[in-house]
Protein backbone atom coordinates (compact mmCIF):
# COMPACT_ATOMS: atom_id res chain seq x y z
CA UNK A 1 0.00 0.00 0.00
CA UNK A 2 3.17 2.64 0.23
CA UNK A 3 4.09 1.73 -3.07
CA UNK A 4 0.86 2.55 -4.64
CA UNK A 5 -0.58 5.77 -2.47
CA UNK A 6 2.47 7.11 -1.52
CA UNK A 7 4.07 9.18 -4.35
CA UNK A 8 4.46 12.50 -5.90
CA UNK A 9 0.75 13.74 -5.34
CA UNK A 10 1.33 13.45 -1.97
CA UNK A 11 4.75 15.04 -2.18
CA UNK A 12 6.29 11.63 -0.81
CA UNK A 13 4.19 11.30 2.53
CA UNK A 14 1.58 8.70 3.34
CA UNK A 15 -2.02 9.26 2.63
CA UNK A 16 -3.43 9.12 6.77
CA UNK A 17 -5.75 6.24 5.40
CA UNK A 18 -7.38 4.59 2.34
CA UNK A 19 -11.56 4.04 2.13
CA UNK A 20 -12.59 1.24 0.61
CA UNK A 21 -16.71 1.51 1.04
CA UNK A 22 -18.87 2.91 -0.02
CA UNK A 23 -16.24 3.76 -2.66
CA UNK A 24 -12.88 3.71 -2.55
CA UNK A 25 -11.19 7.11 -1.14
CA UNK A 26 -7.89 8.78 -0.17
CA UNK A 27 -7.61 11.08 2.98
CA UNK A 28 -5.13 13.26 1.84
CA UNK A 29 -3.84 14.40 5.15
CA UNK A 30 -0.70 13.23 7.13
CA UNK A 31 0.36 12.98 10.73
CA UNK A 32 4.10 13.39 12.26
CA UNK A 33 4.02 9.48 13.00
CA UNK A 34 2.47 8.76 9.45
CA UNK A 35 5.53 9.84 8.04
CA UNK A 36 7.71 8.01 10.42
CA UNK A 37 6.25 4.74 10.13
CA UNK A 38 6.64 5.51 6.07
CA UNK A 39 10.11 6.09 6.53
CA UNK A 40 10.79 2.71 8.44
CA UNK A 41 8.69 1.37 6.43
CA UNK A 42 10.91 1.75 4.04
CA UNK A 43 13.43 0.64 5.35
CA UNK A 44 11.86 -2.36 6.78
CA UNK A 45 10.71 -2.95 3.00
CA UNK A 46 14.37 -2.62 1.91
CA UNK A 47 15.53 -4.96 4.81
CA UNK A 48 13.00 -7.69 3.49
CA UNK A 49 14.64 -7.91 0.15
CA UNK A 50 11.37 -5.93 -1.53
CA UNK A 51 13.23 -2.56 -2.47
CA UNK A 52 16.64 -2.07 -3.31
CA UNK A 53 18.85 0.35 -2.10
CA UNK A 54 18.67 2.25 -4.57
CA UNK A 55 14.89 2.88 -4.54
CA UNK A 56 15.20 3.30 -0.55
CA UNK A 57 18.00 6.34 -1.05
CA UNK A 58 15.20 7.61 -3.61
CA UNK A 59 12.17 7.56 -1.37
CA UNK A 60 14.11 7.96 1.80
CA UNK A 61 15.13 11.55 -0.23
CA UNK A 62 12.25 12.74 -1.58
CA UNK A 63 10.17 12.46 1.61
CA UNK A 64 12.71 14.41 3.35
CA UNK A 65 12.91 17.02 1.29
CA UNK A 66 9.18 17.50 1.89
CA UNK A 67 9.45 17.36 5.14
CA UNK A 68 11.89 20.07 5.36
CA UNK A 69 9.79 22.14 3.36
CA UNK A 70 6.73 21.83 6.12
CA UNK A 71 5.99 24.55 8.52
CA UNK A 72 6.91 23.61 11.92
CA UNK A 73 6.88 24.96 15.45
CA UNK A 74 9.70 25.20 17.70
CA UNK A 75 11.33 21.61 15.53
CA UNK A 76 7.53 19.79 16.13
CA UNK A 77 5.87 19.31 13.25
CA UNK A 78 2.14 20.02 13.57
CA UNK A 79 -0.31 17.22 14.01
CA UNK A 80 -1.87 17.35 10.76
CA UNK A 81 -1.02 18.38 6.90
CA UNK A 82 -2.72 18.35 3.71
CA UNK A 83 -0.61 15.99 1.68
CA UNK A 84 -1.71 17.70 -1.90
CA UNK A 85 -0.69 21.36 -0.98
CA UNK A 86 1.99 20.83 2.28
CA UNK A 87 -0.11 23.13 4.29
CA UNK A 88 -0.68 22.46 7.93
CA UNK A 89 -4.55 21.93 9.00
CA UNK A 90 -6.01 24.36 11.21
CA UNK A 91 -6.02 24.19 14.13
CA UNK A 92 -2.49 24.35 14.48
CA UNK A 93 -1.71 22.07 17.21
CA UNK A 94 1.48 20.31 18.13
CA UNK A 95 1.13 16.63 19.57
CA UNK A 96 3.59 15.45 22.50
CA UNK A 97 3.03 12.00 21.55
CA UNK A 98 3.05 12.01 17.69
CA UNK A 99 6.04 14.07 17.85
CA UNK A 100 7.83 11.43 19.84
CA UNK A 101 7.08 9.24 17.69
CA UNK A 102 8.56 10.63 14.87
CA UNK A 103 11.70 11.72 16.70
CA UNK A 104 11.90 7.87 18.02
CA UNK A 105 11.43 6.95 14.02
CA UNK A 106 13.99 9.31 12.66
CA UNK A 107 16.58 8.05 15.31
CA UNK A 108 15.88 4.34 14.15
CA UNK A 109 16.00 5.62 10.31
CA UNK A 110 19.19 7.52 11.23
CA UNK A 111 20.69 4.18 12.52
CA UNK A 112 19.61 1.95 9.34
CA UNK A 113 20.95 4.43 6.82
CA UNK A 114 24.29 4.47 8.71
CA UNK A 115 24.41 0.62 8.00
CA UNK A 116 24.42 1.26 4.51
CA UNK A 117 27.74 1.51 3.65
CA UNK A 118 28.94 -1.18 5.08
CA UNK A 119 26.47 -3.80 3.78
CA UNK A 120 26.86 -5.88 0.31
CA UNK A 121 26.03 -3.92 -2.56
CA UNK A 122 23.68 -6.86 -3.05
CA UNK A 123 21.15 -7.38 -0.58
CA UNK A 124 21.59 -10.94 1.26
CA UNK A 125 17.82 -11.31 1.27
CA UNK A 126 17.44 -10.43 -2.50
CA UNK A 127 16.05 -14.25 -3.25
CA UNK A 128 13.82 -14.00 -0.28
CA UNK A 129 12.13 -11.02 -1.20
CA UNK A 130 11.44 -12.37 -5.14
CA UNK A 131 9.99 -15.83 -3.43
CA UNK A 132 8.19 -14.07 -0.65
CA UNK A 133 6.55 -11.91 -3.48
CA UNK A 134 5.94 -14.86 -5.51
CA UNK A 135 4.56 -17.18 -2.99
CA UNK A 136 1.63 -13.94 -2.79
CA UNK A 137 1.23 -14.26 -6.97
CA UNK A 138 0.96 -17.74 -6.46
CA UNK A 139 -1.76 -17.56 -4.24
CA UNK A 140 -3.96 -14.88 -5.95
CA UNK A 141 -3.40 -17.01 -9.17
CA UNK A 142 -5.28 -19.93 -7.32
CA UNK A 143 -5.04 -22.93 -8.93
CA UNK A 144 -4.24 -24.79 -11.34
CA UNK A 145 -1.36 -22.39 -11.93
CA UNK A 146 -1.15 -21.36 -15.53
CA UNK A 147 2.17 -22.40 -17.19
CA UNK A 148 4.38 -18.56 -16.59
CA UNK A 149 3.79 -19.44 -12.58
CA UNK A 150 4.70 -23.08 -13.47
CA UNK A 151 7.86 -21.54 -15.77
CA UNK A 152 8.79 -18.72 -12.62
CA UNK A 153 8.86 -21.30 -10.32
CA UNK A 154 11.11 -23.65 -11.75
CA UNK A 155 13.26 -20.98 -12.19
CA UNK A 156 12.79 -19.87 -8.86
CA UNK A 157 13.92 -23.72 -7.75
CA UNK A 158 16.96 -23.87 -10.09
CA UNK A 159 18.00 -20.78 -8.60
CA UNK A 160 17.89 -21.76 -4.89
CA UNK A 161 19.51 -25.11 -5.91
CA UNK A 162 22.70 -23.35 -7.14
CA UNK A 163 22.14 -19.56 -5.15
CA UNK A 164 25.27 -17.79 -6.74
CA UNK A 165 28.31 -17.24 -4.17
CA UNK A 166 30.09 -14.30 -6.79
CA UNK A 167 28.03 -11.46 -8.04
CA UNK A 168 28.24 -12.61 -11.91
CA UNK A 169 26.61 -15.48 -10.61
CA UNK A 170 24.16 -13.69 -8.95
CA UNK A 171 23.76 -11.16 -11.46
CA UNK A 172 22.89 -13.55 -14.28
CA UNK A 173 19.82 -15.10 -11.84
CA UNK A 174 18.66 -11.95 -11.34
CA UNK A 175 18.87 -11.06 -15.38
CA UNK A 176 17.05 -14.06 -16.08
CA UNK A 177 14.22 -13.97 -13.29
CA UNK A 178 13.69 -10.31 -14.40
CA UNK A 179 13.13 -11.27 -17.88
CA UNK A 180 10.77 -14.31 -16.93
CA UNK A 181 8.92 -11.53 -14.16
CA UNK A 182 8.25 -9.43 -17.06
CA UNK A 183 6.62 -12.07 -19.27
CA UNK A 184 4.89 -13.15 -16.37
CA UNK A 185 3.33 -9.27 -15.90
CA UNK A 186 2.57 -9.26 -19.63
CA UNK A 187 0.46 -12.35 -19.25
CA UNK A 188 -1.85 -11.68 -16.37
CA UNK A 189 -2.10 -8.13 -17.38
CA UNK A 190 -3.38 -9.19 -21.28
CA UNK A 191 -7.09 -7.88 -22.03
CA UNK A 192 -8.27 -11.41 -21.85
CA UNK A 193 -6.81 -12.69 -18.40
CA UNK A 194 -6.87 -9.55 -16.08
CA UNK A 195 -10.81 -9.14 -15.59
CA UNK A 196 -10.38 -12.72 -13.97
CA UNK A 197 -7.25 -12.59 -12.65
CA UNK A 198 -7.52 -8.58 -10.79
CA UNK A 199 -5.52 -9.38 -7.89
CA UNK A 200 -3.04 -11.90 -9.77
CA UNK A 201 -2.54 -8.98 -11.80
CA UNK A 202 -1.77 -6.55 -9.38
CA UNK A 203 0.91 -9.46 -7.63
CA UNK A 204 2.68 -10.08 -11.04
CA UNK A 205 3.01 -6.65 -11.70
CA UNK A 206 4.35 -5.75 -8.46
CA UNK A 207 6.85 -8.86 -8.55
CA UNK A 208 8.19 -7.35 -12.64
CA UNK A 209 9.09 -4.04 -11.00
CA UNK A 210 10.68 -5.61 -7.98
CA UNK A 211 12.86 -7.69 -10.31
CA UNK A 212 13.59 -4.88 -12.52
CA UNK A 213 13.98 -2.92 -9.70
CA UNK A 214 16.73 -5.28 -8.28
CA UNK A 215 18.19 -6.04 -11.65
CA UNK A 216 18.59 -1.97 -12.38
CA UNK A 217 20.56 -1.24 -8.95
CA UNK A 218 22.78 -4.10 -9.14
CA UNK A 219 24.05 -3.12 -12.71
CA UNK A 220 24.17 1.15 -11.43
CA UNK A 221 26.63 -0.37 -9.20
CA UNK A 222 28.28 -3.16 -11.26
CA UNK A 223 27.87 -1.79 -14.56
CA UNK A 224 30.83 -4.48 -15.49
CA UNK A 225 28.28 -7.39 -15.23
CA UNK A 226 27.13 -6.53 -18.36
CA UNK A 227 30.75 -7.24 -20.06
CA UNK A 228 30.37 -9.81 -22.69
CA UNK A 229 33.52 -11.67 -20.88
CA UNK A 230 35.64 -11.16 -17.31
CA UNK A 231 38.84 -10.12 -18.36
CA UNK A 232 41.40 -12.12 -16.08
CA UNK A 233 43.78 -9.93 -13.51
CA UNK A 234 44.31 -8.73 -10.47
CA UNK A 235 40.97 -6.21 -10.06
CA UNK A 236 38.63 -8.84 -11.98
CA UNK A 237 40.05 -11.71 -9.67
CA UNK A 238 38.61 -9.03 -7.08
CA UNK A 239 35.77 -8.41 -7.83
CA UNK A 240 34.87 -11.64 -9.70
CA UNK A 241 35.14 -13.37 -6.09
CA UNK A 242 33.30 -11.31 -3.31
CA UNK A 243 30.54 -9.26 -3.08
CA UNK A 244 31.75 -5.97 -2.53
CA UNK A 245 30.26 -3.47 -0.09
CA UNK A 246 29.23 -0.17 -1.24
CA UNK A 247 32.29 1.69 0.84
CA UNK A 248 34.52 -0.78 -0.52
CA UNK A 249 33.17 -0.23 -3.89
CA UNK A 250 33.53 3.40 -3.44
CA UNK A 251 36.99 3.24 -1.99
CA UNK A 252 38.04 2.08 -5.73
CA UNK A 253 36.90 5.54 -7.50
CA UNK A 254 40.30 7.65 -5.78
CA UNK A 255 42.09 4.01 -7.40
CA UNK A 256 40.40 3.72 -10.81
CA UNK A 257 40.73 5.92 -14.02
CA UNK A 258 38.57 8.47 -14.81
CA UNK A 259 34.64 7.43 -15.92
CA UNK A 260 32.03 8.62 -17.98
CA UNK A 261 30.16 11.86 -16.64
CA UNK A 262 27.21 10.23 -16.10
CA UNK A 263 26.86 6.59 -13.94
CA UNK A 264 24.36 5.80 -16.95
CA UNK A 265 26.14 6.80 -19.62
CA UNK A 266 28.40 4.18 -21.55
CA UNK A 267 32.19 4.75 -20.81
CA UNK A 268 34.19 5.59 -24.01
CA UNK A 269 36.64 2.85 -23.20
CA UNK A 270 34.53 -0.24 -22.76
CA UNK A 271 36.73 -1.17 -20.30
CA UNK A 272 36.55 -3.55 -17.06
CA UNK A 273 38.96 -0.63 -15.72
CA UNK A 274 36.41 2.05 -17.09
CA UNK A 275 33.51 -0.02 -15.89
CA UNK A 276 34.47 -0.45 -12.76
CA UNK A 277 35.17 3.39 -11.93
CA UNK A 278 31.74 4.24 -13.21
CA UNK A 279 30.50 1.99 -10.61
CA UNK A 280 32.66 3.14 -7.95
CA UNK A 281 31.74 6.75 -8.64
CA UNK A 282 28.28 5.73 -8.24
CA UNK A 283 28.80 4.08 -5.25
CA UNK A 284 30.45 7.27 -3.95
CA UNK A 285 27.67 9.63 -4.55
CA UNK A 286 25.40 6.85 -2.96
CA UNK A 287 27.56 6.99 0.17
CA UNK A 288 27.38 10.57 -0.06
CA UNK A 289 23.42 10.64 -0.51
CA UNK A 290 23.01 8.36 2.26
CA UNK A 291 25.47 10.41 4.86
CA UNK A 292 23.66 13.65 3.69
CA UNK A 293 19.85 11.64 4.36
CA UNK A 294 21.44 10.62 8.04
CA UNK A 295 21.86 13.45 8.85
CA UNK A 296 19.17 15.44 7.82
CA UNK A 297 16.63 12.60 9.77
CA UNK A 298 19.30 13.60 12.99
CA UNK A 299 18.38 16.93 12.54
CA UNK A 300 14.29 16.69 12.05
CA UNK A 301 14.57 14.73 15.11
CA UNK A 302 15.58 17.74 16.86
CA UNK A 303 12.74 19.54 19.03
CA UNK A 304 12.18 21.55 21.75
CA UNK A 305 9.99 19.86 24.69
CA UNK A 306 10.45 22.91 26.93
CA UNK A 307 7.27 24.03 26.68
CA UNK A 308 5.18 20.78 26.27
CA UNK A 309 7.05 19.73 30.10
CA UNK A 310 5.68 20.88 33.25
CA UNK A 311 8.76 21.00 35.85
CA UNK A 312 6.58 20.80 38.90
CA UNK A 313 5.21 17.69 37.96
CA UNK A 314 7.19 16.60 35.83
CA UNK A 315 5.37 15.22 32.85
CA UNK A 316 4.84 15.79 29.49
CA UNK A 317 1.58 17.45 28.42
CA UNK A 318 -0.92 16.19 26.07
CA UNK A 319 -0.04 19.10 23.43
CA UNK A 320 0.04 22.16 22.48
CA UNK A 321 -2.47 25.35 20.65
CA UNK A 322 -0.35 27.30 18.79
CA UNK A 323 -2.59 29.63 17.42
CA UNK A 324 -3.84 30.00 20.97
CA UNK A 325 -0.99 29.32 22.45
CA UNK A 326 -2.22 27.32 25.16
CA UNK A 327 -0.84 24.34 27.07
CA UNK A 328 -3.05 21.25 27.54
CA UNK A 329 -4.49 20.95 31.04
CA UNK A 330 -3.92 17.10 30.61
CA UNK A 331 -0.82 15.23 31.03
CA UNK A 332 0.95 11.75 29.87
CA UNK A 333 1.29 10.31 33.42
CA UNK A 334 1.24 6.70 32.97
CA UNK A 335 4.13 4.40 32.37
CA UNK A 336 2.07 2.04 30.73
CA UNK A 337 1.55 4.07 27.48
CA UNK A 338 2.90 4.79 23.79
CA UNK A 339 4.08 8.34 25.39
CA UNK A 340 6.87 6.86 26.98
CA UNK A 341 8.44 6.58 23.74
CA UNK A 342 8.55 10.70 23.61
CA UNK A 343 10.38 10.70 27.46
CA UNK A 344 12.50 7.99 26.52
CA UNK A 345 13.76 9.91 23.63
CA UNK A 346 13.56 13.63 25.03
CA UNK A 347 15.99 12.03 27.40
CA UNK A 348 18.01 10.49 25.29
CA UNK A 349 18.75 13.94 23.78
CA UNK A 350 19.17 16.22 27.00
CA UNK A 351 15.82 17.45 26.17
CA UNK A 352 14.22 16.24 29.80
CA UNK A 353 15.46 15.02 33.19
CA UNK A 354 15.86 11.17 33.71
CA UNK A 355 14.01 11.97 36.59
CA UNK A 356 10.87 12.53 34.36
CA UNK A 357 10.82 8.92 33.56
CA UNK A 358 10.49 8.29 37.33
CA UNK A 359 7.36 10.16 37.30
CA UNK A 360 5.24 8.30 34.93
CA UNK A 361 2.52 6.41 36.96
CA UNK A 362 3.00 2.49 37.60
CA UNK A 363 -0.52 1.68 38.72
CA UNK A 364 -0.21 -2.24 39.44
CA UNK A 365 -2.90 -4.89 38.62
CA UNK A 366 -2.97 -8.86 38.26
CA UNK A 367 -3.15 -10.43 35.00
CA UNK A 368 -3.16 -14.40 35.15
CA UNK A 369 -1.34 -13.90 38.56
CA UNK A 370 1.77 -11.78 37.10
CA UNK A 371 1.68 -7.97 37.95
CA UNK A 372 0.54 -5.49 35.20
CA UNK A 373 0.94 -1.85 34.88
CA UNK A 374 -2.12 -0.38 33.93
CA UNK A 375 -2.74 1.88 30.99
CA UNK A 376 -5.52 3.97 29.91
CA UNK A 377 -7.56 2.14 27.74
CA UNK A 378 -5.81 -1.69 27.77
CA UNK A 379 -5.00 -1.52 24.26
CA UNK A 380 -1.70 -2.87 22.24
CA UNK A 381 -0.85 0.75 21.11
CA UNK A 382 -0.37 1.90 24.65
CA UNK A 383 1.64 -1.29 25.93
CA UNK A 384 3.69 -2.31 22.49
CA UNK A 385 3.93 0.58 19.84
CA UNK A 386 7.05 1.78 21.82
CA UNK A 387 9.02 -1.72 21.40
CA UNK A 388 8.96 -0.92 17.54
CA UNK A 389 12.06 1.05 18.23
CA UNK A 390 12.95 1.18 21.82
CA UNK A 391 14.87 -1.44 23.45
CA UNK A 392 13.45 -3.64 25.43
CA UNK A 393 15.05 -5.46 28.85
CA UNK A 394 14.09 -9.29 29.82
CA UNK A 395 13.16 -9.19 33.12
CA UNK A 396 11.93 -5.82 33.89
CA UNK A 397 8.35 -4.75 35.10
CA UNK A 398 7.95 -3.05 31.02
CA UNK A 399 9.17 -6.64 29.71
CA UNK A 400 6.87 -8.67 32.15
CA UNK A 401 3.68 -6.15 31.53
CA UNK A 402 3.35 -6.02 28.12
CA UNK A 403 4.26 -10.36 27.99
CA UNK A 404 1.10 -10.10 30.53
CA UNK A 405 -1.06 -7.50 28.75
CA UNK A 406 -0.89 -10.16 25.23
CA UNK A 407 -1.67 -13.07 27.49
CA UNK A 408 -5.16 -11.20 28.95
CA UNK A 409 -5.79 -9.92 25.05
CA UNK A 410 -5.33 -13.76 23.85
CA UNK A 411 -7.21 -15.20 26.78
CA UNK A 412 -10.29 -12.54 26.52
CA UNK A 413 -11.07 -13.01 22.67
CA UNK A 414 -10.94 -17.09 23.41
CA UNK A 415 -13.66 -15.97 25.52
CA UNK A 416 -15.60 -14.60 23.05
CA UNK A 417 -14.61 -16.82 20.40
CA UNK A 418 -13.08 -14.37 18.00
CA UNK A 419 -9.12 -13.80 17.01
CA UNK A 420 -7.65 -11.52 19.25
CA UNK A 421 -5.78 -7.85 18.80
CA UNK A 422 -7.67 -4.88 20.32
CA UNK A 423 -6.38 -1.57 20.28
CA UNK A 424 -7.44 1.92 19.15
CA UNK A 425 -9.25 1.61 15.85
CA UNK A 426 -11.74 2.75 13.19
CA UNK A 427 -14.77 1.07 13.97
CA UNK A 428 -18.53 0.49 12.14
CA UNK A 429 -19.88 4.15 12.86
CA UNK A 430 -19.04 6.71 10.14
CA UNK A 431 -19.94 10.68 9.57
CA UNK A 432 -21.80 12.38 7.31
CA UNK A 433 -19.36 11.82 4.73
CA UNK A 434 -19.05 8.10 5.03
CA UNK A 435 -16.03 8.52 6.84
CA UNK A 436 -15.64 5.84 9.42
CA UNK A 437 -14.42 6.95 13.01
CA UNK A 438 -11.90 5.97 15.61
CA UNK A 439 -11.12 5.41 19.07
CA UNK A 440 -9.23 3.67 21.96
CA UNK A 441 -10.58 0.10 22.49
CA UNK A 442 -9.38 -2.51 24.77
CA UNK A 443 -9.32 -5.42 27.32
CA UNK A 444 -10.99 -4.90 30.59
CA UNK A 445 -8.88 -5.30 33.50
CA UNK A 446 -5.75 -3.90 31.73
CA UNK A 447 -7.31 0.20 31.06
CA UNK A 448 -8.64 2.78 33.55
CA UNK A 449 -10.90 4.02 31.24
CA UNK A 450 -14.96 2.71 32.01
CA UNK A 451 -16.95 0.57 29.19
CA UNK A 452 -14.10 -1.55 27.74
CA UNK A 453 -16.26 -4.55 28.00
CA UNK A 454 -19.34 -3.03 26.04
CA UNK A 455 -16.99 -2.93 22.93
CA UNK A 456 -15.33 -6.13 20.98
CA UNK A 457 -13.22 -4.28 17.94
CA UNK A 458 -10.59 -6.70 16.85
CA UNK A 459 -7.39 -5.20 14.71
CA UNK A 460 -5.27 -6.93 12.54
CA UNK A 461 -2.37 -4.69 13.84
CA UNK A 462 -2.28 -4.91 17.21
CA UNK A 463 -1.55 -8.90 16.78
CA UNK A 464 1.01 -7.71 14.57
CA UNK A 465 2.29 -5.76 17.31
CA UNK A 466 2.60 -8.52 19.39
CA UNK A 467 5.67 -10.09 17.48
CA UNK A 468 7.73 -8.54 19.21
CA UNK A 469 6.47 -10.15 22.25
CA UNK A 470 4.97 -13.51 21.47
CA UNK A 471 6.06 -13.75 18.02
CA UNK A 472 4.53 -17.64 17.62
CA UNK A 473 1.36 -16.81 18.98
CA UNK A 474 1.58 -13.58 17.21
CA UNK A 475 1.86 -15.72 13.65
CA UNK A 476 -0.63 -18.06 14.46
CA UNK A 477 -2.68 -15.47 15.15
CA UNK A 478 -2.38 -13.70 11.75
CA UNK A 479 -2.36 -16.58 10.28
CA UNK A 480 -6.05 -17.36 11.56
CA UNK A 481 -6.83 -13.89 10.07
CA UNK A 482 -5.84 -14.79 6.68
CA UNK A 483 -7.86 -17.93 6.77
CA UNK A 484 -10.99 -16.01 6.97
CA UNK A 485 -10.23 -13.92 4.30
CA UNK A 486 -9.23 -10.79 6.55
CA UNK A 487 -6.01 -9.83 4.45
CA UNK A 488 -5.87 -8.04 1.05
CA UNK A 489 -3.49 -7.19 -1.34
CA UNK A 490 -2.96 -3.44 0.27
CA UNK A 491 -2.65 -5.61 4.20
CA UNK A 492 -5.03 -6.54 6.54
CA UNK A 493 -8.57 -4.71 6.90
CA UNK A 494 -8.70 -1.72 9.39
CA UNK A 495 -10.67 -3.94 12.14
CA UNK A 496 -13.69 -6.24 12.90
CA UNK A 497 -16.55 -5.20 14.97
CA UNK A 498 -18.53 -7.04 16.66
CA UNK A 499 -21.01 -5.77 18.72
CA UNK A 500 -24.35 -6.14 17.66
CA UNK A 501 -25.63 -2.35 17.29
CA UNK A 502 -23.28 -2.06 14.96
CA UNK A 503 -23.99 -4.56 12.54
CA UNK A 504 -26.64 -5.28 9.78
CA UNK A 505 -29.47 -8.13 10.20
CA UNK A 506 -27.99 -11.32 10.41
CA UNK A 507 -24.52 -10.43 10.59
CA UNK A 508 -22.17 -11.24 12.97
CA UNK A 509 -19.60 -8.97 12.70
CA UNK A 510 -18.73 -5.89 10.48
CA UNK A 511 -15.60 -5.44 8.43
CA UNK A 512 -13.99 -2.08 8.11
CA UNK A 513 -12.67 -1.68 5.14
CA UNK A 514 -9.88 0.59 5.72
CA UNK A 515 -6.47 0.70 5.65
CA UNK A 516 -4.80 3.00 7.61
CA UNK A 517 -0.83 3.92 6.77
CA UNK A 518 0.19 4.16 10.63
CA UNK A 519 -1.66 0.66 11.31
CA UNK A 520 -0.09 -0.67 7.89
CA UNK A 521 3.45 1.11 8.87
CA UNK A 522 3.71 -0.63 12.19
CA UNK A 523 2.87 -4.27 11.24
CA UNK A 524 5.45 -3.92 8.61
CA UNK A 525 8.35 -2.86 11.56
CA UNK A 526 6.80 -5.70 14.16
CA UNK A 527 7.00 -8.12 11.31
Not at 58 to 63: F, N, P, S
Not at 162 to 177: F, K, Q, S, Y
Not at 442 to 467: C, D, F, K
Request: proline share 6%; net charge negative.
Amino acid sequence: SFENYVGAEDHWLPPDNVQEHPEIKVAHRTSPTNMGLGLLANLAAHDFGYLSTGSLVKRTTDALATMQSLERYRGHFYNWYDTLTNAPLVPLYVSTVDSGNLAGHLLTLRSGLDELGDAPILNPRWFDGITDTFQVLVEAAGTPPPAPIVQFEGMLEGTASTMPATLAGAWVEIDRLARRAAELAAHFTAVDVAPAHGEAAFWATALARQCADLRDDLLQLAPWLELPAMPAGELAAAIGTTVPTLRELAALADASPPAAQSPREAPAEDTLDARVAQGAQCAAGRMLAIDALAQQAAALAEMDYGFLFDKVRRQLVIGYNVAQRRRDESYYDLLASEARLCNFVAIAQGQLPQESWFALGRLLTSAGGEPVLLSWSGSMFEYLMPLLVMPAFPGSLLAQTCQAAVARQIAYAARHEVPWGISESGYNLTDAAQNYQYRAFGVPGLGLQRGLSQELVIAPYASALALTVLPREAADNLRRMAARGWLTACGFFKAFDYPPTRQQPGETRAVVRSFMAHHQGMSLVAL
